[in-house]
């Protein structure tokens, strides 16, 4: 602060200059109050199917989604997916043991490595926070075993969730992040809601401008 | 230095627009697509209206307790490692980024976009320093390598057909083979996609900007389709992030309101693809993400509008609804307002960000039709507003001297009932004689910007205080 200590103050000074403008314009009415949030009933109301709300969010967002009972069928459906979809089979995992401890040897055809992304990986596989159900939106986090790059770098984005972690609402979803000792956000959280895209050149919308070009979601039935 | 802006060449800018066949079939593109998807995506969520007051309520209470948050803000960066610059003015901003790059003798720096930066001008002033600063939002890189100011707030590249495109990167990416195959906006895409990647993998400093910064969290909070500000803030050694003092909202729980309103009223999507809080540089666990980090806080002039009858533009959370659906900004695009921000919000924030004297015609270039106030996810009341900026351009005497001297008579006029009531029924009956038959007038004294392009329909032959007489069947 010792460096743009002047600046401060100028802002500072001119900031609360206005808000007393404010307050003799509003001849003694109290100043604005703060309103309630309000969480839309979408993913909340009494007997709301979370579950197939996110499915049909997921889909709507062009994600895809694919199901399996228990977490000893995430490779096999790793496997599946990229060998359907004509894609390298090589991924790179999140260190986490969501990810990085599921049975990969029970898909052998598929290469793994686990670590941050620099960029020479074509799919990525890694956990996430939550999925939210009233967009279809995975919550993700950095973490010392959920790097960020494998979120934004891989053409192609692999997440696998516990059915347990799809909310209804972002709220819920933030209230999992996994905060420091005091209390801080990791450095970055990422809401996905499907694949990058963009519709730049024509209003032609495409999907895969910088980050992922797919997203695959795989939700598992039991526990990760 | 900023970008210079041609705003007081509206009039000009505006008719050279017309007649630009490109612009005009991007333009025509853009139309059809934005207010369809807007309202689609609208009628899915019951509770938009009421999002809505809530973002006004939100952003009002923002407004009034600015010191308050912006230090909370601080504070909160403080803690988690980062640092807060506060600069008064595009100057001090544009030297603070400097000095920050120059710490690691910076030799490119990639962007996530900014408004702010291109308000204040980041990127000549960094290439006049020696530091390459490269563009990474689509849109932005196609305006970067064309030499052109963004004509639109979230799509700043609407102004260019596919086919000028594909001109663009033929021109711009000579290494290329001349002879590939450019047809699709697909394969325009991915050679973009493979540029942009050896830019960020090589940036030593990523700037973006923000849509929110989050005060109790000392988060920011950019909100992107394309995932490029993302890589633009973990993958270089420092993140710098422009932000104007506005940005600011008390909880994370306030921001989901906003979020809930953005891409709504900005794309016409539920959600935009990535939403990302950042707070503080790399953890020491982490295995990736920026060394440090850092936020410019920039005023530029905003702190003088609190407590003024134009503040409400301050809520403003750049989702371009109101370029999407005003007639005036469908006919001549953005580029014809002549500075960074365009369309309705633009001829509200270009006077305050380059002072009215440099943009006297914006508040004017609307028919005050009111459909941008109709779908401001933050209910500001633009037409007002522009309203208020003519009022200042009148009472400071930038008004041109016929307009000044036609309102002055009209307000003799209507302060005079009587006589206003005399003279605009003999205009309205020798309007209606002279009209003839047809009820159409070609030519018409004080009319000529009108009639030089079509007929007059004429007066029906008594004036409207008339018919509201007879109708009604007495003064109320």
Redesign the interface.
């Known amino acids: 602060m010792s ?2 200590g002047t ?2 103050d ?3 000074a ?12 509003r001849h003694g009415e109290p ?12 993913a909340t109301a009494p007997g709301v199917d979370v579950v197939g709300l996110f499915r049909t ?1 997921l889909i ?2 062009k994600a895809t989604l694919d199901e399996v009972a228990s977490r000893d069928d995430v490779p096999a459906a790793v496997a599946r997916y990229l060998a359907n979809n004509n894609f390298e089979a090589r991924v790179r995992l999140s ?1 986490d043991a969501r990810v990085s401890s599921l049975p990969w040897d029970k898909a052998p055809m598929v290469e793994t490595s686990s ?2 992304s ?2 020479n990986d074509p799919t990525s596989v890694t956990p996430a926070v939550a999925a939210v159900a009233e ?1 279809g ?1 995975m919550v993700l986090q ?3 075993g959920t ?3 494998l ?3 891989p053409d192609q984005h692999v997440v696998v969730i516990a059915k347990s972690q799809i909310v209804g609402t ?2 819920d979803a ?1 209230a999992r992040v996994k905060r ?1 000792p ?1 209390g ?21 919308l ?1 999907m ?5 070009k797919k997203l695959h979601v795989i939700v598992v039935d039991g526990e990760l | 230095m900023s970008f210079v802006p041609t705003s007081n060449a509206f009039k000009e800018n505006a008719a050279g627009a017309l007649k630009d066949v490109p612009l005009q079939e ?1 333009l025509g ?2 139309r059809h ?1 934005s207010i369809q998807t807007r309202l689609n995506t609208v009628a899915k ?3 938009f209206e ?2 809505r ?2 973002g006004r ?2 952003k ?2 923002i ?5 308050h948050y ?2 909370q803000f601080e504070q909160s960066v403080i ?2 490692g980062g640092k807060v ?4 003015d595009g100057e ?1 901003a544009r030297a ?1 980024v400097l000095e920050i790059c120059r710490t690691v003798n910076a030799k490119t720096v990639t962007k996530g976009k900014t408004m702010i930066g291109e308000e204040i001008g980041i990127n000549d002033f960094l290439f006049a320093n020696g530091i390459e600063p490269v563009e ?4 932005e890189y ?1 305006i970067q390598l064309r030499g052109e100011t963004p004509s639109h707030i979230i ?4 102004h260019v ?2 086919a000028q ?1 594909e001109e663009t990167f033929r021109a711009a990416h000579t290494d290329l083979d001349p002879k590939r195959n450019l047809d699709d ?2 394969t ?3 050679e973009a ?1 493979e540029k ?2 050896a830019g ?2 090589k940036a030593d400093v990523g700037i973006t900007g923000a849509n929110f910064l989050i005060a109790d ?3 920011t909070t950019i909100v992107t ?4 500000g ?2 633009t803030q ?2 270089p050694r420092i993140h710098i992030v422009l932000a104007s ?1 506005e940005k600011v909202v ?1 909880s ?3 921001a ?2 906003l ?2 309103i953005l891409a709504r009223s900005a ?1 016409g ?15 020491p ?5 920026p060394e440090e980090f850092h936020v410019v ?1 920039i ?1 530029n002039g905003r ?6 009858d134009l ?1 409400e533009m301050l809520r403003c959370i750049r989702c371009g609804a109101c370029l999407d659906h005003c007639p005036v900004y469908h006919s001549v695009g953005g580029h014809a307002y002549g500075w960074v921000y365009s369309g309705p919000i633009g001829s509200l924030l270009t006077p305050m960000l380059v002072g009215v004297e440099n943009a006297k015609p914006l508040p004017n270039a609307s028919t005050l039709c009111g459909r941008c106030e109709s779908v401001c996810p933050v209910r500001i009341p633009i037409p007002k507003l522009l309203r208020n900026w003519r009022e200042r351009e009148f009472s400071r005497a930038i008004t041109p001297q016929t307009e000044r001297s036609g309102l002055w008579f009209w307000a003799f006029m209507a302060k005079r009932p009587l006589l206003y009531r005399l003279v605009t029924r003999i205009g309205a009956r020798a309007l209606f004689n002279l009209a003839g038959q047809h009820g159409r007038l070609s030519s018409a004294p004080l009319a000529s910007g009108w009639t030089k392009h079509r007929d007059l329909p004429a007066t029906q032959g008594r004036t409207f205080q008339e018919q509201w007489k007879a109708k009604k069947g007495a003064r109320s």
């Open positions: 460096t743009s600046g401060r100028r802002m500072l001119s900031i609360r200059a206005g808000i007393s403008r404010q307050a003799d314009r100043a604005p109050s703060k309103p309630t949030p309000l969480i839309p009933a979408r969010q709507n967002a260190p670590g941050r620099h960029g967009t939106t950095s973490s010392d790097p960020t790059t979120h934004f770098l972002y709220e933030l420091g005091d801080s956000l990791p450095r970055t959280v990422n809401f996905v809601t499907g694949p990058s895209r963009s519709a730049d050149i024509g209003k032609i495409l895969g401008a910088h980050g992922p | 991007a593109i853009a697509h969520m019951p509770e009421s999002l007051d809530i309520d939100l009002n209470h407004i009034a307790n600015l010191d912006l230090l803690d988690r610059h506060w600069c008064p001090s603070k990474t939002d689509l849109g196609i799509g700043p590249a609407l057909t596919k495109v906006a697909a325009l895409m991915a996609r942009l990647r960020f993998l969290e000392g988060a389709n394309e995932g490029n993302d890589l973990t993958l003092i008390p994370l729980k306030d989901m309101t979020l809930r794309t999507q539920e959600q935009s693809v990535y939403t990302t809080f950042s707070s503080g540089p790399r953890r666990s982490d295995l990736d993400g806080l005023d702190s003088a509008y609190l407590g003024s503040e």
